[in-house]
């Protein structure tokens, strides 16, 4: 069985609260769920995790060599700064897709630049929730492969 890890970063526990405006409506927990019915469609098992703490995204990074075929991140503000979590990244050897909800190029001029990006594979922006089922949908089919 292929298992996908979908990586979710700081305040992204508030989704559906937090700026709805520019996050959307949907919550944490409907996207979680949307990302595991749509990879049971494929016979894939999604496993969902979010952490507000640096440390433990690059933990969960490092834990998921070996055990999980492709990532699926969205490290929110880490992803403009952090080099532990690229690095971190920069470990795993399969597919790595980057999402953000909002089109980090059309926010303030510090968040136009991820550190991460240099280790995935590619990345979907701007697109809200549908970002994450594009980026596993991707990630099945670059398994595929």
Avoid: W
């Amino acid at each position: 069985m292929v298992n996908i890890l979908v990586i979710h970063g700081p305040n992204l526990n508030l989704l559906g609260e937090r700026e709805p405006a520019v996050y959307g409506e949907q919550t944490l927990e409907d996207i979680n769920k949307m990302l595991k019915d749509t990879g049971a469609e494929y016979q894939v098992e999604v496993d969902c995790f979010q952490s507000n703490h640096e440390g433990t995204i690059v933990d969960q990074i490092q834990e998921a060599r070996g055990r999980y075929q492709a990532l699926i991140i969205n490290a929110g503000a880490y992803s403009h700064y952090s080099i532990a979590i690229l690095d971190a990244l920069r470990s795993f050897k399969g597919p790595i897709i980057e999402v953000h909800l909002s089109n980090i190029y059309q926010r303030e001029s510090y968040r136009h630049r991820s550190l991460i990006s240099e280790a995935a594979t590619g990345g979907i922006f701007g697109l809200g929730a549908l970002g994450y089922k594009l980026a596993l949908l991707a990630a099945i089919e670059m398994l595929k492969q």
